[in-house]
Nanobody, 116 residues
C-alpha cells in the first residue's frame, strides 16, 4: 500500500490559483490510479479529478473542467492538482486517493478556502 500526504491548501481570493500536491510513500505508486476528491461543509465527498496510473488518461467533474488540471510525476511519487480561476464554491477539504486492485488509500486532507 501507499501512504498519502497532501499539501498546498490555504486561503485564496476568488479568481486566484492554488496547486495541491500529494506525496506517496512506497514503491507501488506508479501502479495506482490517483484522484482528488473534495468535501464541502454539509455535503458529500465528490470526485474532482482522476488520473490513470500512467497519466495517459484524465477525467474531471463538470464543475471543475477547464479550471483544474490533474497531473502526476511517477519518478517523484507525487500527484498534483492545479486549480485556477477558483470560486467560493470550490471551498472544501481536498483529499488525495489512490487505488490499485484491492487497495484504496486516502490522505488526511487539506483545506482550501476561496474567499475575499
Amino acid at each position: 500500500q501507499v501512504q498519502l500526504v497532501e499539501s498546498g491548501g490555504g486561503l485564496v481570493q476568488p479568481g486566484g490559483s492554488l496547486r495541491l500536491s500529494c506525496a506517496a510513500s512506497g514503491s507501488m505508486f506508479s501502479m495506482y490510479a490517483m484522484a482528488w476528491y473534495r468535501q464541502a461543509p454539509g455535503k458529500q465527498r465528490e470526485l474532482a479529478a482522476h488520473i490513470s496510473s500512467t497519466g495517459g488518461s484524465t477525467n474531471y467533474a463538470d464543475s471543475v473542467k477547464g479550471r483544474f488540471t490533474i497531473s502526476r510525476d511517477n519518478a517523484k511519487n507525487t500527484v498534483y492538482l492545479q486549480m485556477n480561476t477558483l470560486k467560493p464554491e470550490d471551498t472544501a477539504v481536498y483529499y488525495c486517493n489512490g487505488r490499485f486492485r484491492i487497495y484504496n488509500n486516502w490522505g488526511q486532507g487539506t483545506q482550501v478556502t476561496v474567499s475575499l
